[in-house]
């Protein structure tokens, strides 16, 4: 029997809509290295390395009728090529004509009749760099059975992984009769599950959320104990089908001086940085902010007890919790935004407000695109009415990365827009940085490449103040 999709991985199927494409990206930039990282070498890369996530090479089936959720099968014409694209920016291409890329990129939705995911190599970039551009459907990421391509075609020596040899001989496509007994088969053992499955299939809002029921109604739980109306704020509005994307480079140290001088959380620098940069965006388009003016954001965060630095690649044993965090764009001093933050984070750890780790993900190897897959997943099912944007924040190894002999320098994450929502903010530290990446609506947020300008600022402003305060 083929393997079904679980109630949730269906569900990002069924919300999928033109202006919500459920997919989640990532941005890698790489230097060439001396053999060059060319298309030829990434296939031949994802060729070699595909076989430890089979998902990819599997495509969703649906069940004639609805009778039970999809099933995950082999797809007999798997052509790597298809999914493994190649794209070229004019020399010297700048990081605006990298962003327009994949913002276009982001807005196309994946081919359903085929494995959800596609990598883009594009050519072309200043300094004779290149990017590596990845889109997975949410559906695809569940971090246990499966996580994201991009964590294994990274290897941390300049030195491959020695190669997996493997004969892959795809299982036949089971047909609509059998698929139709096996619904029937399953239907027996839990009679409500077909009403439930032709309800969520046809759009069935309320019957989508009870399909989200392991990690949303904990979700919800805790957006019910903020009980206070989410602010109003741009960030919420009618989005539509095209995207803009933005990037935005920082010094991790900076953080960890802040963390040190202010005894706080790496985490809570990164959110109060966040909250100076919305606090300046909103100024700058002649918003109202006053003294108590917030914006609140859904915080999947992965969490360890020195979040910023992990052991290893192939050891590290991951969490991820959730919060809702009311940030502080009022308040005009960083120092007091920062101590916001930090009391609300900890609130929240005490009250035990937060979705600890066994709801949203048990993985057991370091995976950042995977996290923020999974952060997106977490925020994917829950009403847009509770928070106005996404803020991700993944840990990434503080030691280079390569991938076909060729360095990666930097990672910007791509995270999905939920339903009314123009922002979403992703951050992965890596190599000594920190990477910002600002999903935006085309119409909603034109100017978010003017939001991601003001993440430098935001935290020279801290530095500086909690420098002085010394």
């Keep these: 029997m083929p393997p079904r999709l679980s109630a949730l991985d269906a569900s990002f199927l069924y919300l999928e809509q033109p202006t919500t494409p ?20 990434l296939v031949r890369l994802v060729e070699q390395r595909i076989s430890l996530v089979p998902r990819y090479r599997q495509k969703v089936r649906y069940v004639p009728g609805n009778l039970a959720r999809p099933v995950w099968i082999d797809d007999t ?87 997996v040899e493997e004969v892959w001989m795809p299982r036949p496509e089971p047909s609509d009769v059998r698929l139709v007994a096996e619904a029937i088969g399953d239907a027996v053992a839990r009679p409500g599950e077909i009403v439930d499955n032709v309800r969520a299939a046809t759009g069935d809002a309320v019957a989508t959320a009870t399909k989200v029921a392991g990690m949303a109604t904990k979700l919800l739980t805790m957006a019910r104990a903020a009980s206070r109306p ?51 965006w909103l100024l700058s388009r002649g918003e109202p902010v006053t003294s108590g003016s917030t914006v609140r954001a859904m ?11 992990p052991s290893s690649v192939g050891t590290l044993g991951n969490r991820v919790s959730s919060f809702l965090v009311d940030l502080p764009v009022g308040e005009p001093s960083p120092v007091v935004r ?79 827009l939920a339903k009314g929502q123009a922002l979403s903010i992703g951050l992965t530290s890596y190599d000594g940085s920190v990477y910002y990446g600002f999903n935006g609506d085309r119409d909603g947020m034109a100017d978010v490449d003017v939001l991601a300008g003001m993440v430098d600022e935001a935290l020279d402003e801290l530095l500086a103040a909690s420098r002085e305060e010394r």
Excluded at 87 to 112: I, K, N, W, Y
Excluded at 252 to 260: D, V
Excluded at 299 to 305: A, E, K, N, Q
Aim: aromatic share 6%.
């Design 22 to 41: 459920m997919h989640v990206g990532g941005v890698a930039v790489f230097r060439r290295g001396e053999d060059g990282l060319d298309y030829d070498r």
């Design 77 to 163: 014409d798997f052509d790597v090529a298809y999914h493994v694209r190649r794209s070229a920016l004019p020399r010297p291409g700048t990081d605006e004509q990298l962003c327009d890329l994949v913002a276009r990129l982001m807005s196309r939705p994946l081919d359903h009749t085929r494995p959800l995911w596609e990598m883009y190599l594009v050519e072309g970039l200043a300094d004779e760099r290149v990017a590596v551009v990845t889109k997975t459907h949410q559906a695809m990421v569940d971090g246990i059975s499966a996580i994201d391509l991009s964590q294994v075609i990274l290897d941390v020596s300049p030195e491959a992984r020695p190669r």
């Design 230 to 280: 989410v602010p109003g704020t741009p960030l919420n509005v009618a989005i539509s089908t095209q995207r803009r994307y933005a990037i935005a480079r920082t010094d991790l140290e900076a953080y960890r001086a802040i963390r040190a001088a202010r005894d706080c959380a790496v985490n809570d620098v990164v959110l109060s940085v966040v909250s100076g940069a919305l606090r300046s």
């Design 299 to 309: 915080v999947p965060m992965s969490v360890r007890g020195d979040a910023d630095v």
């Design 338 to 416: 920062l101590h916001h933050v930090t009391h609300a984070m900890r609130e929240h750890t005490a009250t035990g407000r937060n979705v600890g780790a066994d709801t949203l993900v048990r993985i057991g190897g370091f995976a950042p695109p995977t996290l923020h897959a999974l952060g997106a997943r977490a925020a994917s099912g829950i009403s847009r009415h509770i928070f106005n944007l996404v803020v991700t924040n993944v840990p990434g190894p503080q030691f280079p990365l390569y991938a076909a002999g060729a360095r990666m320098l930097e990672m910007f994450p791509v995270v999905p």
